[in-house]
């Protein structure tokens, strides 16, 4: 079956982008020809955490003998005065940008901070001359024909940085420990208290740079309760690059607080994008989220039944079933993740083969692929098991939503917990697999882990 097929079969919203992925590949391989620190970074990259030079560029500037304004329309570019240059909206694809007059012409990767960037490595710029913004680029090596930056953005998607004054640098420190610290009690209370630590900091940072900053500390959150996330981190930490490769972040939302969910999300900036369905067989459902300011996406899963598919389930609510699927089992067991589970997995690009073989290295095995298309590769890490309270597995067994020798295989053994997913993107393909996803879903089951 050719991946035209495939991705028909699927049913996906998205195509892949094939041309303009060429022109991109053929672009960066010029690059790295003009310039050997640009080919150095990328077979580091690769060596040393598994990934890709592609998948961590914030933009490229070409001059218009490269490309011509035209030949990117027929790419699928289109010109964006909010990211000031040409954005692809059918794709997953760096912006390109112009230089000024004769200005500089190059590559900037996206990096998580530009100050531990520049306190590793040797750069052009000095990171003091660099002020403390939502947008912060420094270049690394400077040349006519391919310079190379480093670019670190908090929720501001052009190239004109908004300076931080005095307020608001005390507030990105005092912000991220309310966040960090954040209540994350179960029920409506736990989702008042992220909006209003989120309002307090947006009410000095703005609300893009308070997303961006809320996120970086769920990101840390979920970190902190799986293992492979903190290897992987360590690897990337090691070249100063961070998590600025995610993909997606994946949270697990119980059906009687998943309009609350989608509702704080949308506070937060967030606009719904395609719904997410399996099929009757799978049980479950997800509304994917998309912050365009941030370059942030989240997918949100649910149980749902058939006949809830066609409504607004994100906007309508749902209730309370007899049953529990997969995702509801999840939250019984651990809470919800916006709460007091954290994620369930964040998804980042990488080498799909190459970061395999290096986490096999350090003990981190994955489980088998769920997808292994030409366009999009996908598989977890073997999930990590969480304790359980007994006080929650009594309540699971005398609401029969689990068996007493389930119960005592959670308490001996745990139940899964968390995995961090390895994505792999070609031909800017932007779209999810509905299928294979299903399969993975089941499997992730900790009911499967067994009982006695």
């Not at 998309?290 to 809830?308: R, T």
């Not at 308490?411 to 509905?434: P, T, V, W």
């Amino acid at each position: 079956m050719t991946d035209a097929n495939k991705l028909s079969e699927l049913g996906s919203e998205w195509e892949c982008q094939p041309e303009a992925w060429s022109f991109l590949q053929d672009a960066l391989q010029e690059f790295c020809e003009q310039s050997p620190v640009i080919a150095d970074w990328r077979d580091r990259l690769l060596r040393e955490t598994g990934t890709r030079l592609v998948d961590w560029i914030d933009h490229l500037t070409l001059r218009e003998a490269v490309v011509s304004d035209d030949q990117l329309v027929r790419l699928g570019f289109q010109p964006s005065s909010a990211a000031n240059g040409w954005c692809h909206a059918q794709g997953l694809f760096p912006t390109i940008h112009r230089p000024q007059d004769d200005g500089e012409v190059g590559v900037a990767m996206k990096v998580q901070s530009v100050d531990d960037f520049c306190r590793l490595h040797d750069t052009q710029d000095s990171p003091s001359l660099v002020a403390v913004a939502n947008l912060r680029i420094v270049a690394v090596q400077r040349s006519p024909d391919a310079t190379f930056w480093v670019v670190e953005r908090h929720g501001n998607l052009g190239m004109v940085p908004s300076l931080a004054t005095d307020v608001q640098r005390q507030m990105i420190v005092d912000g991220a420990r309310l966040m960090r610290e954040r209540i994350r009690a179960d029920g409506q209370a736990g989702f008042d208290h992220a909006r209003q630590a989120f309002d307090v900091v947006a009410d000095k940072l703005g609300r893009d740079w308070a997303c961006d900053l809320f996120f970086s500390t769920e990101r840390d959150y979920w970190q902190s309760r799986n293992y492979a996330a903190r290897i992987q981190k360590q690897r990337q930490d090691a070249l100063a690059v961070g998590w600025a490769n995610h993909d997606h972040h994946t949270y697990r939302c119980s059906r009687e607080n998943f309009r609350s969910l989608i509702s704080v999300l949308e506070h937060f900036g967030f606009e719904c994008r395609e719904r997410f369905y399996a099929g009757a067989q799978a049980g479950w459902g997800a509304q994917v989220l998309e912050h365009s300011n941030c370059g942030l996406v989240i997918f949100a899963d649910v149980d749902l039944s058939p006949d809830e598919v066609a409504g607004d389930f994100a906007h309508q609510g749902l209730g309370k079933r007899e049953s529990l699927g997969t995702v509801g089992l999840w939250c019984k067991l651990h809470g919800d993740s916006f709460l007091s589970a954290g994620m369930h997995h964040l998804e980042c690009q990488f080498d799909f083969d190459a970061v395999r073989a290096q986490l096999a290295e350090q003990g981190i095995e994955t489980m088998v692929p769920f997808t292994d298309f030409a366009f999009l590769r996908q598989a977890f890490t073997v999930g990590e098991c969480w304790e359980i309270s007994s006080e929650r597995l009594d309540q699971l067994v005398e609401q029969r939503w689990i068996t007493r020798g389930q119960a005592e295989t959670f308490a001996d053994q745990g139940a899964i917990g968390s995995h961090l997913e390895i994505l792999e993107r070609n031909d800017g393909y932007k779209g999810f697999n509905q299928t294979g996803v299903s399969d993975i879903i089941h499997r992730t089951d900790p009911r499967l882990q067994g009982s006695k």
